[in-house]
């Protein structure tokens, strides 16, 4: 069995001070690199809430130029709990717009495919804007988890939902359906999310994971992790907190002396799904 681990960054660098937001990005580009995970790193930018193509070009460079995969985003809690077209599709068009024009000017390839919705939100309307703008991959299914966005409304119920779980394909309105095998969006199941909030990081889920893959005998698993800069950030978010990042580090490192994982981004994942 081939054991892809797949470490995604969601891009809130909420921090007051710009410059601890950059030195966030750039201590996180440092320890993948030191991990070997550099160039198999996925970010997913918020570009609406923070401007990262104008506050951390550098950041961007260097991710570019290691072959790290960028998808971007959104928070949706200005909406209010109604996730209704129209509005969701101008907060998801703002920021791709913004981010694919920063892509062609500096003359990167400006389509982004994949998109995560903040707090892993889960509405079909929602789904319909990101199918409007041309995305094609999305990663909001936390199986066994139920959660609401940052201002208390609903977001996810995915408790009904099994671990180990395989990436699927979905529409608008069948994303929980997780045996499916067509449409437009690739689905990319999140095995874990948090570095230090919720408790860290939780190897007896991904232990059930792991049992889950081999149950199923698959030829390709992946697992998915996501977290975000700001915890690597001490309590107060003034400066960054060493033993986070060394616990960040840790965490590759036993993911890939205890699973066997190789570390992966989501289009190394997608590619490996489609050359089989």
């Not at 977001?155 to 929980?176: C, K, L, Q, W």
């Amino acid at each position: 069995m081939r054991k892809l681990f797949l470490v995604t960054v969601d891009c809130d660098i909420r921090a007051d001070d710009v410059a601890l937001r950059q030195e966030s990005m750039a201590v996180l580009l440092d320890t993948f690199e030191q991990t070997g995970a550099a160039g198999h790193i996925t970010w997913t930018l918020n570009e609406n809430d923070f401007e990262i193509t104008k506050n951390h070009q550098d950041f961007l460079h260097e991710a570019l130029r290691r072959g790290d995969t960028l998808g971007i985003h959104d928070h949706f809690e200005p909406l209010g709990g109604n996730y209704e077209f129209g509005p969701a599709l101008e907060i998801c068009r703002r920021s791709k717009e913004s981010v694919e024009a920063w892509l062609a000017a500096n003359g990167y390839p400006a389509e982004i495919p994949l998109h995560r919705n903040g707090c892993l939100v889960q509405h079909p309307e929602i789904y319909r804007a990101l199918q409007e703008l041309g995305y094609t991959q999305v990663s909001e299914v936390w199986p066994e988890n139920a959660r609401g966005d940052r201002e208390g409304n609903y977001a996810f119920d995915n408790t009904e939902m099994p671990v180990g779980i395989s990436p699927y394909r979905h529409d608008t309105d069948n994303f929980a359906d997780y045996t499916s095998t067509t449409g437009h969006f690739l689905h990319f199941p999140v095995t874990h999310m948090f570095l230090q909030l919720g408790g860290g990081f939780n190897w007896e889920t991904m232990a059930r994971w792991d049992q889950a893959f081999v149950r199923q005998d698959l030829e390709l698993a992946s697992y998915l992790w996501l977290f975000h800069p700001y915890e690597i950030m001490d309590a107060e978010r003034k400066a960054i907190d060493p033993q986070m990042v060394e616990t960040l580090a840790q965490i590759i490192a036993r993911a890939q002396s205890e699973y066997g994982v190789e570390l992966a981004s989501i289009e190394e994942c997608r590619e490996a799904i489609e050359n089989g």
